[in-house]
């Protein structure tokens, strides 16, 4: 079986949502334009073709192409740019613009944009292609940008695991730098079909690894899933363009609460081994949830950060959603939501939480962590989408 050759747009997740409840008015997907504060007109940049970025905040600002991507453009300058999925789905590169012209990619009244933030002029910078010089309101993220770069690498190691999941491991031709949470684009060499997929390693000190490795759930139809899942393809080349996503930066010692469904636990297992190495005093606790106890993987990943940390500042909470009511398992039963209650004997007002999984469920974990008195500034998450081809 060969992969297909033409050319797919590389994606983390696709948003061909046709409707979002309360979002009634849609916004023209041709140029949008917010007008100065002043009085002067909008200036239109030098004749070179490149646009000016002025945040409003006072911070130095940046030069972009005019018609390329404001996130993109800024993330390749080494700018920390709030971001995580890059396809206008989880609403991280919010952005205000001030002032100039845009041409949005999608119809940012179907995106994670609120009736409120849309009347206030906020766009998606991930979704924005620059018209003119801007003036913009964001807050950067204050921690030492990675920058993305493309390395080909073989695969090294395959296996199948519970659950239609692959567990596949790459030996890359030099190392690469990446931080607990992040991901990256994967193409077979000579395929244009790219998919992206979370590290489940920790990242690693100093000048980064030569090794790497994702877990991928074999999805019907996918054309990357379905080809990686039909044999063994240890030797076989492949193409990493990462690290992409800002979901585990998180600098503050606390304890942490990790929620994940399904290969959302690849971001999570990273999370949470950088974290009991960085924090030594503080614990984690995983919920990790699943259909049934014959979809359960990478316990042995799970057991290992006991191992690390010590069973005392570990602690595993599997939760089986389909699972037949007659078995065997004794474990917790329902959504990933039914756990999160006070008798999970966390400090839900202090500390960190990390979601992953598919959208649904990390909106639904989101809301519930909310009644719970988490502030949604501790609250990191990462929304995974098929990307439908």
Same mark, same amino acid.
């Given at each position: 079986?060969?992969?297909?050759?033409?050319?797919?747009?590389?994606?983390?997740?696709?948003?061909?949502?046709?409707?979002?409840?309360?979002?009634?008015?849609?916004?023209?997907?041709?140029?949008?334009?917010?007008?100065?504060?002043?009085?002067?007109?909008?200036?239109?940049?030098?004749?070179?073709?490149?646009?000016?970025?002025?945040?409003?905040?006072?911070?130095?600002?940046?030069?972009?192409?005019?018609?390329?991507?404001?996130?993109?453009?800024?993330?390749?300058?080494?700018?920390?740019?709030?971001?995580?999925?890059?396809?206008?789905?989880?609403?991280?590169?919010?952005?205000?613009?001030?002032?100039?012209?845009?041409?949005?990619?999608?119809?940012?009244?179907?995106?994670?944009?609120?009736?409120?933030?849309?009347?206030?002029?906020?766009?998606?910078?991930?979704?924005?292609?620059?018209?003119?010089? !801007?003036? +913009?309101?964001? #807050?950067?993220?204050?921690?030492?940008?990675?920058? =993305?770069?493309? /390395?080909?690498?073989? &695969?090294?190691?395959?296996?199948?695991?519970?659950?239609?999941?692959?567990?596949?491991?790459?030996?890359?031709?030099?190392?690469?730098?990446?931080?607990?949470?992040?991901?990256?684009?994967?193409?077979?060499?000579?395929?244009?079909?790219?998919?992206?997929?979370?590290?489940?390693?920790?990242?690693?000190?100093?000048?980064?690894?030569?090794?790497?490795?994702?877990?991928?759930?074999?999805?019907?139809?996918?054309?990357?899933?379905?080809?990686?899942?039909?044999?063994?393809?240890?030797?076989?080349?492949?193409?990493?363009?990462?690290?992409?996503?800002?979901?585990?930066?998180?600098?503050?010692?606390?304890?942490?609460?990790?929620?994940?469904?399904?290969?959302?636990?690849?971001?999570? !297992?990273? +999370?949470?081994? #950088?974290?009991?190495?960085?924090?030594?005093?503080? =614990?984690?606790? /995983?919920?990790?949830? &699943?259909?049934?106890?014959?979809?359960?993987?990478?316990?042995?990943?799970?057991?290992?950060?006991?191992?690390?940390?010590?069973?005392?500042?570990?602690?595993?909470?599997?939760?089986?959603?389909?699972?037949?009511?007659?078995?065997?398992?004794?474990?917790?039963?329902?959504?990933?939501?039914?756990?999160?209650?006070?008798?999970?004997?966390?400090?839900?007002?202090?500390?960190?939480?990390?979601?992953?999984?598919?959208?649904?469920?990390?909106?639904?974990?989101?809301?519930?962590?909310?009644?719970?008195?988490?502030?949604?500034?501790?609250?990191?998450?990462?929304?995974?989408?098929?990307?439908?081809?």
């Amino acid at each position: 079986m060969s992969i297909p050759t033409w050319p797919v747009r590389a994606m983390r997740t696709q948003c061909e949502q046709s409707s979002i409840p309360g979002k009634k008015e849609t916004m023209p997907t041709e140029t949008f334009a917010v007008k100065p504060a002043s009085n002067d007109s909008v200036p239109s940049g030098p004749a070179s073709g490149h646009c000016h970025v002025t945040l409003s905040n006072g911070s130095e600002g940046f030069d972009v192409r005019r018609g390329d991507l404001l996130l993109m453009s800024a993330l390749e300058q080494g700018i920390n740019y709030p971001h995580n999925c890059r396809v206008g789905t989880c609403g991280r590169c919010k952005t205000r613009l001030v002032s100039g012209r845009i041409s949005p990619l999608v119809d940012f009244a179907l995106s994670p944009l609120t009736n409120e933030e849309l009347n206030d002029g906020y766009i998606l910078a991930c979704q924005a292609k620059v018209r003119s010089d !801007l003036v +913009i309101d964001v #807050d950067l993220v204050d921690h030492q940008v990675v920058l =993305p770069k493309s /390395i080909p690498g073989t &695969v090294c190691g395959w296996k199948l695991l519970p659950g239609d999941v692959i567990d596949l491991r790459i030996k890359l031709e030099e190392p690469l730098v990446f931080e607990a949470g992040q991901y990256a684009a994967l193409a077979v060499s000579g395929s244009f079909v790219r998919r992206s997929f979370s590290f489940y390693d920790a990242p690693s000190s100093g000048a980064g690894t030569d090794e790497v490795g994702f877990l991928i759930k074999r999805l019907p139809g996918g054309r990357f899933s379905e080809w990686l899942a039909a044999e063994d393809r240890s030797g076989v080349r492949i193409w990493l363009e990462g690290p992409f996503g800002q979901m585990g930066i998180d600098d503050t010692p606390r304890e942490s609460l990790c929620i994940a469904g399904g290969t959302g636990i690849a971001p999570i !297992l990273s +999370i949470a081994e #950088d974290r009991l190495k960085r924090y030594p005093d503080h =614990p984690v606790t /995983i919920v990790f949830g &699943v259909r049934t106890a014959s979809d359960l993987f990478a316990l042995d990943r799970l057991e290992r950060l006991k191992n690390i940390a010590g069973p005392e500042r570990v602690r595993i909470v599997p939760v089986l959603s389909h699972e037949p009511a007659g078995s065997a398992w004794q474990g917790r039963r329902g959504l990933v939501t039914a756990v999160l209650d006070e008798e999970l004997d966390v400090d839900y007002h202090s500390l960190s939480a990390f979601v992953c999984g598919a959208l649904p469920m990390v909106e639904a974990v989101e809301k519930r962590l909310r009644t719970l008195n988490v502030s949604t500034d501790r609250i990191h998450a990462d929304k995974f989408e098929p990307s439908g081809v």
